[in-house]
Each structure stands twice: as C-alpha cells, then as structure tokens.
C-alpha cells in the first residue's frame, strides 16, 4: 500500500473476489498528456488488482474537438485570458514508474524498440490509446487485445468537455460527468458517471470540476472490467468518451455569456451574507417526530451561539442530560473549529466547554454508546484521516484510540452498527475533487475495525444527496440514512433516504423526501438533522425568520435552574424572543458530576 507521509492509504475500492492475476491494462499516448492521466497513474498506484504500463510513442498526438460554434470559441478565449488554462487539461509528460518497480513498464519513445513489442511486452487485456483516431485505428489493427480509445472530447486542451455548457444554460443545479464506451454496431455502455454541482459563472471551472473526476471515473470503469462485471471489449476499436448532453440551441456564445453574468451576482450576493451571518440551530422539542416521507419543521425554538455560530448538531441523552455536541466557530476568518458540547437545561442551554480541540478544523461530531463506553466521531480531513475517539472524562474528556481511514480527505463521517458488522460512511476526495459528491462505505467486523472497503462502493455519486447529514435513524419501520443536497449550494437541503439493502457486500437506497427549512431568502438550506430523547435538531444557514430563541446562560444561572427544576423527558428549555447577543463571549463551565 503507498504511504503518503506517515500514513497508509486506505484503499477505496476492493480486490476482486476470486481473481488469479491483475487486470493488466497498457496506456499509448504522446509524450505530452492531459494532467488527468497523470491523476489516473496516481489513483492506481497501490491497487494489487490492476496492473498498468504507461507508453510514450513519440509520432502520436492528441485529437481535435471539431464543430465548435463561433462565440462559443470567443467565450472560452476569454475565460482563458482571464482565468487561465483547465488544469486537467494542462501538457504534463506521459507518467511513468521506476525501471525497478516489477510488474509496471515504461519505455521513451527512442529506445530502440518498437512501439507494439513494448506493447506486447506488457501482455495487456486491455490497451487505451491517446491519439487521433486514424493512428488508434492503425495502432488497434495490429493489437490481439481489447483497445479503447480516447475521444476528443476528453483530451483537447481548448475545447474539450463543450457539451457541459448545457446545463450551466438550463440553470441546472447538477451536472453529470459520465463515461461512455462506444463499440462498433453495439449500444453504447455507461462505464462510470458522477453528478457535480453546476459552476454557473464559468465554463473553465465547471470543466475543471468535472474532469477531476474523471481519473476515478476511468479507475471505476477498470474495476468493473476486473471484477468481470464488464467486458474489457471484442478486437475492434472502442471509443471512449465523455457523455453527450441536450442541445443547447442557436446563439450558444451569447446565451451562455448572458448566463453567466445573470448567475454572477446571485452567488456573490448569497456568498457575503452566509460568510456573515452563519450557522443558527432549530429544536423541536416534544410532539410527534419529523416523518421522513412528507418533512416539516412545525413548531421549533432556535439556539444561537454567543459568538461565531454552531453547526453540525449532534444530540444525545446521558443520564436523562441532553447534550448537544456542535462545531464551534468562534472567529470564521480562522478556519478553525474545535467541538463544543451544550446542555439543554430546564432554564436554558448551557455551553458546557470544548469537548475537542486539534491544530485544524474539526467538525461534524457523532457521539455514541457502546458496551458500555461512549465514543466519537468528527470530520477531520485537514489530517486525511478518520478517528476514532473514546471519553476518558464524559462529556469533555476525549482520547483518541485509533485511525479508521488514513491517507484520505474525509467528511462528514458516520458509523452505523447493523446485523454484526459496523459500517462507516464519508464522502472522499479522490483527486482533490469536490467532498460533497461520492459517498464511499466500509465494513468491519469490530468497532476499531480494521475496515475494509465495501465491494458497492462508492454508494451514491451524486452532489444532490451524497454527504452525510447525521447518524442513521429507524423510524416507522425504516431505516433512514439524512443526506445533503449541496446542488443549489453547500447544505442547501436535508435529502432522506430509505436504505433498502445493507450487509457486507450490497448496499441500495432510494429518495424519499427533501426538506428545505424555510422559503426565505435569507435562508438558504440545512444539512444536519439529529434526534435523541425527544429532541429534533436541525441547523440552518443564514437568517431565520423571527422565531423564539433558547436562552443561553452563564454558568451560574444554569445551575440554578437546574436545582429549580431538574431536567425531565417533559422539560423543554426556555426560550426569549430574540437572538443572543453575538458580541459576548461563550460562557463556559466544569461538566456536572
């Protein structure tokens, strides 16, 4: 397994069950490639599973994207102008391993041998060839293997990608980044896609999110052939491509243009003032639960910090106290949270102190019991890593006890006991692409694990209910897994899904509702949703309409109104009719034994 630092990385995708050998897979390119390739080499370096042999030929170059309207040419000279090249698409040199790492080959093109002995040296299943079509065709002619070529419209540096233009026109909130594999007389196959936000205010930049996910697209697509679900292909050539989209009509320069200079401003607009004002949390306390078929918020309070904001609530009952754990930002100029935990008293909320505190930000906390220890999970990605921490002094005593995944940029971790094993859920940055779209799980025997990636993995790739949004939860017979909907905008809506299938090697779920808070402009979304002890929490972004708040005390007047009326399943916290004041600082206090 590489190492990157001190830390091994957790590997994503699984060896194939019952597999005798590698996949072997050559790569024929010119000596100057996209950087996504450069990517791919990466991703793949560390697999067991797959065994690939990168070849430069010194007399192939890259395809041409043809067709290209105009103004939609003038459009993208702009962008460039102003915004530089796509850094997926920028000259990089065909990569290529050490001459002493066994099993992998790189040869330059001036080396004496010919380009099909180094190929055949390889014995590759599968050749991938990066060249114009009529040298592929040459080059497949002469191959006995399967060989898929790159199309234009995943290499050309200028206009490669053009048809994800469509969606930032439609003003869709999500885009699809799909790979298709065309072979001769055959319906086209779907080898891997991944729905992303859509980057309304620049073509570059929705094309620079998109091809990021196109080295684990390609490694996806190898790991069905692998594990036989996918043919690598007959002798004659495929075609790899990016997936089409609709039409986007006449005057596409302009229109696109006009769209982005309407989307411009509504960002910006809704940018500064969530960068202002941040995170408030909503309570539901008592009354029937929130359905997760048809969601609505009822009658809630609101609990607002005394200084920066709360997120990511977490809720548990602990010797009938209910404990909320938060991310804490005190000064989001920082970019540093730490965990907080505040107690819901008969008088009010109570910050009770920093449950834990590391050199970088730290969010979304989950607090759990087992065989009779509580234990916890939060969001630490600064480290490429998730942790697994158990109280030495309940509620604000935390040790870290071990490393579940390593070697990853991680969010929004979640673990889930069911039927003997534990699963862990979190979203993953393959190639420094975007947190929020693919949700990977793993499985383990024990909660310290060792965990293991799940053979369905990656469960959903989609931008619009991917990220975690809190522990799963059984309710009226089902078992929910709350997601995010970050197509709109980061934690625009909680997505509820139904988990159909759960065990150690199949997963299934489907959407049943989506829940956006309130239709104010001034808010706009949640993406946390907790319960526990007849408390619902929720958190909202922006400003929430004028609603009771919870009362946050010192720490004097929350012992009194403890000794005045001890907390009770009944108890609900009182509340003012105005936030707090956000000057002051947050009280803090030693946890009552």
Known sequence: MKEIGTQARTPLYPAPPGATRPLRVALVGPPQVPAWVQAFHGLVAGYDWIELTTLAAADATLPKVSGIPRGVRALLAFEHALLGGTRSLAAMPMPSDPPQDAGHAAAGPGDGVSLLDRISSSRPDLVI????KSWASALAGQIECACWHVDASLLDPRHAGFSLLGPMMRRETATRMALILHEPDQAPIDLAASWGKTRATSFLKQREDAFRKLPALLLRALHRVAQGGLAAGSLSMATLELQ???????AVGLRAFLSIVRASPRWLT????NARVGWTLVLRLGGAPLDPQSPTIGSHALLKAPKGWWGDPFVVMAQERRLLFVEEMLDPRLKKATIACVELTAGGARALGVALDEPGHLSFPQVFAWEGQWYMTVESGYDRRVSLYRATDFPLGWARVKDLVTGRVCVDPT????????YLFANVAENQNNTCDELFLFVADKLEGPYAPHPASPIVCDVRRARMAGKLFHRNGRLIRPAQDCGPGYGNAV?????????PTTY???????LAPYLKRSVDGCHTYNAAGGVEVLDVLGRPPNSAYVEVLDARSATDARVRAPLSDSTEPVVSSGPPSTGGPVHRGAAPR
């Not at 060839?129 to 114009?132: N, R, S």
């Not at 673990?415 to 534990?422: C, G, I, N, S, V």
């Open 129 to 132: 060839v990066l060249g114009t």
């Open 244 to 250: 089409s989209q609709a039409p986007v009509g006449r």
């Open 270 to 273: 809704g940018w500064f003032r």
């Open 415 to 422: 673990l889930h006991h069911h039927e003997d094993h534990w």
């Open 495 to 503: 997505v509820f899904n139904e988990v159909l299938e759960l065990g």
């Open 508 to 514: 299934r779920e489907r959407q049943l509702s989506r």
